[in-house]
């Protein structure tokens, strides 16, 4: 069985740092690429960043420089490390197959306020 859980959110003021983690099951982690994703209230959910097997990651144009997605192969986890933080940058955030991700886990809030 595939499990995604996410965790680390919490409230941070804007310009803090927040790390999340997700551990991620064998079958899934094995998978090309990870991505983190978000859905902000009243918005889709899109993409954040993504990082294949091999360790090469990507970003959306929004985070980049402030966000890094980092893998840890022998714990099967991915993180992801963001910096700067705005008040846009609230949402629930997951963890998941990139692309073709599978059903969704339950997601960390973030809230980035002051």
């Known amino acids: 069985q595939v499990q995604l859980l996410e965790s680390g959110g919490g409230l941070v003021q804007p310009g803090g740092p927040l790390s999340l983690s997700c551990p991620a099951s064998?079958?899934?982690?094995?998978?090309?690429?990870l991505g983190w994703y978000r859905q902000g209230p009243g918005k889709q959910r899109a993409l954040v960043a993504y990082i294949s097997i091999g360790g090469s990651p990507n970003h959306a144009d929004s985070v980049k420089g402030r966000f890094t997605i980092p893998r840890d192969n022998a714990k099967n986890t991915v993180y992801l490390q963001m910096n700067s933080l705005k008040p846009e940058d609230t949402a629930v955030y997951y963890c998941?197959?990139?692309?073709?991700?599978?059903?969704w886990g339950q997601g960390t809030q973030v809230t980035v306020s002051s």
């Open positions: 064998g079958s899934i982690f094995s998978r090309p690429a």
């Open positions: 998941n197959k990139y692309p073709n991700p599978i059903p």
